[in-house]
C-alpha cells in the first residue's frame, strides 16, 4: 500500500497518511530531503540490527531505515553500528 506524507517537520520523523509516525535512522536523513507530500512511500519490513522497517520511495526506489516513532534507540548500540558503517565505508 503506497502512502504520502502528511508531516516531515522535524528532520527524523516523518507521519504518513495512514497515521503511521516514524523515527528515521541518523545515517539517512539526506535521502529524505528531497521528499514532497505528494511523494508515494511504501513501508516494509527489514532486517537490521536496530531497525524494523525501511520506507521506499516509489519515484526513485530509494529506501530510508525506520522504527516506530515510539520506540527509543539506545544511543550506544546507534553509535556502535554508525561507527560500523563509517569504517567499512570507502575512502
Do not use: F
Not at 536523513?29 to 536496530?50: N, Q, R
Not at 546507534?78 to 569504517?87: K, T, Y
Amino acid at each position: 500500500m503506497h502512502m504520502h506524507i502528511t508531516r516531515h517537520n522535524k528532520s527524523y520523523i516523518v507521519k504518513l497518511s495512514d497515521n503511521s509516525v516514524w523515527h528515521i535512522w541518523p545515517g539517512d536523513l539526506a535521502k529524505t530531503l528531497g521528499w514532497l507530500p505528494t511523494t508515494e512511500i511504501e513501508v516494509v519490513k527489514i532486517d537490521h540490527e536496530i531497525c524494523s522497517h525501511a520506507l521506499v520511495d516509489h519515484s526513485n526506489g530509494s529506501n530510508v531505515k525506520v522504527s516506530s516513532a515510539d520506540t527509543k534507540w539506545q544511543s550506544d548500540r546507534v553509535q556502535r553500528v554508525l561507527a560500523h558503517l563509517n569504517a567499512s565505508a570507502p575512502d
